[in-house]
């Protein structure tokens, strides 16, 4: 018997926190009975385009979403559904944006639309306007909302949802035992890196204004002054990577802050660290901050993640309106050693294994009924 297939809608499958997620959930999904295709919106290859081909999944690509690109878009999305009656369940991952992708799906007797909000809010641009109208539209297109945290609920769907309940929070769970804390791991990749007496403060996060690396290097910089034997892990790439190498060379930090550029072996590499920072200016509930938790890393996070990504107890959160020095005052004052996490992070709820089997039975009921 043929696996049903579920179409997952991104905007390209690189690896970011919600891509991520959706890959935690594709490895442990029983691939027998269900299958990931993935609707995706840009032309290059993602870096996890290999492994979904590998696995069965199947990828097709759309225009990207802009203003004055719609009237193209919305055509094609009419003649994809037209021609891929398969699919009964549409996960649709691109915030505002999944209203028209479910508009489409509604339109052609799709039973199941599922708008995902994976974000907690966006800056203010020249787009602004369109993703109100966005907003308007998606009001009536999804059967289910999904949310990874409360505040993404709110950010998309509204405080009303939120408080009525119309808004499930599918955690975003990992491979628990991918993430446990290994001491012959980090001695090999200490050694590795060539870091092996160092003090090592970890980040890992995509090079973006969000992310906020600029006043995370102005922070490392005063852990620096603090203790010379100190080095930065900044895996990622993005957009702002060459103005923060610039910035490191400027601090005289050059030697003192290792760029590993785009890694897959995220569960190796952190290992190596003592401690993680995140000062990201706003989040909806980042991944990575449950997979430092899942190694037992002491956390340090921004006012601007949520409170409710602490589910171990070890992420300390302190605003953004406190100083560089403050912040680095803080890191090195905590106890870096690593502690195991697993028993309370499966207990609430965040171990990839415990919530497969309830995204399975939400897809398989609508294919059973027909």
């Given at each position: 018997m043929e696996p049903i297939r579920v179409l997952q809608v991104v905007t390209i499958m690189n690896r970011g926190g919600l891509e991520?997620?959706?890959?935690?959930?594709?490895?442990?999904?029983?691939?027998?009975?269900?299958?990931?295709d993935f609707l995706v919106h840009r032309e290059e290859r993602g870096d996890y385009d290999d492994e979904i081909e590998t696995m069965g999944g199947r990828i097709y690509r759309m225009s990207s979403i802009r203003p004055g690109n719609y009237r193209k878009y919305f055509r094609e999305l009419e003649e994809f559904f037209k021609s891929n009656k398969q699919y009964k369940v549409v996960h649709s991952h691109i915030n505002e944006n999944s209203a028209f992708v479910l508009r489409?799906?509604?339109?052609?007797?799709?039973?199941?639309?599922?708008?995902?909000?994976?974000?907690?809010?966006?800056?203010f641009d020249?787009?602004?306007?369109?993703?109100?109208?966005?907003?308007?539209?998606?009001?009536?297109?999804?059967?289910?909302?999904?949310?990874?945290?409360?505040?993404?609920?709110?950010?998309?769907?509204?405080?009303?949802?939120?408080?009525?309940?119309?808004?499930?929070?599918?955690?975003?769970?990992?491979?628990?035992?991918?993430?446990?804390?290994?001491?012959?791991?980090?001695?090999?990749?200490?050694?590795?890196?060539t870091i092996e007496q160092k003090?090592?403060?970890?980040?890992?996060?995509?090079?973006?204004?969000?992310?906020?690396?600029?006043?995370?290097?102005?922070?490392?910089?005063?852990?620096?002054q603090f203790n010379s034997e100190t080095v930065l892990l900044l895996?990622?790439?993005?957009?702002?990577?060459?103005?923060?190498?610039?910035?490191?060379?400027?601090?005289?930090?050059?030697?003192?802050?290792?760029?590993?550029?785009?890694?897959?072996?995220?569960?190796?590499?952190?290992?190596?660290?003592?401690?993680?920072?995140?000062?990201?200016k706003f989040e909806a509930l980042p991944v990575v901050l449950i997979e430092a938790q899942a190694n037992g890393l002491k956390c340090f996070a921004s006012t601007g993640v949520p409170t409710e990504v602490n589910i171990s107890n070890t992420v300390d959160f302190i605003s953004l309106d406190k100083s560089a020095k403050e912040w680095a005052n803080e890191i090195m004052n905590c106890d870096m050693k690593h502690k195991d996490n697993t028993f309370v992070i499966k207990k609430r709820g965040y171990d990839i294994s415990d919530n497969v089997s309830y995204l399975s039975n939400m897809y398989l009921k609508y294919y059973d009924k027909n």
């Open positions: 991520t997620m959706l890959m935690n959930y594709y490895r442990k999904i029983d691939r027998s009975k269900i299958q990931f489409a799906a509604k339109q052609n007797n799709v039973k199941c639309r599922i708008a995902h909000s994976h974000v907690s809010g966006l800056g020249y787009k602004f306007m369109f993703r109100q109208y966005a907003r308007l539209v998606l009001k009536n297109q999804p059967t289910h909302l999904f949310a990874c945290s409360k505040g993404a609920g709110k950010w998309l769907f509204g405080k009303e949802k939120m408080n009525r309940n119309e808004v499930t929070i599918l955690n975003n769970a990992i491979d628990l035992d991918k993430f446990k804390y290994n001491e012959k791991i980090r001695n090999d990749i200490r050694n590795e890196l003090v090592v403060i970890g980040h890992v996060g995509r090079f973006s204004p969000s992310k906020n690396h600029d006043f995370l290097m102005d922070v490392f910089s005063k852990v620096h895996i990622g790439e993005g957009k702002v990577e060459d103005k923060i190498k610039r910035k490191a060379k400027r601090y005289g930090l050059e030697d003192s802050v290792m760029f590993l550029g785009l890694r897959g072996d995220i569960d190796i590499l952190m290992n190596a660290m003592d401690v993680f920072v995140f000062p990201s």
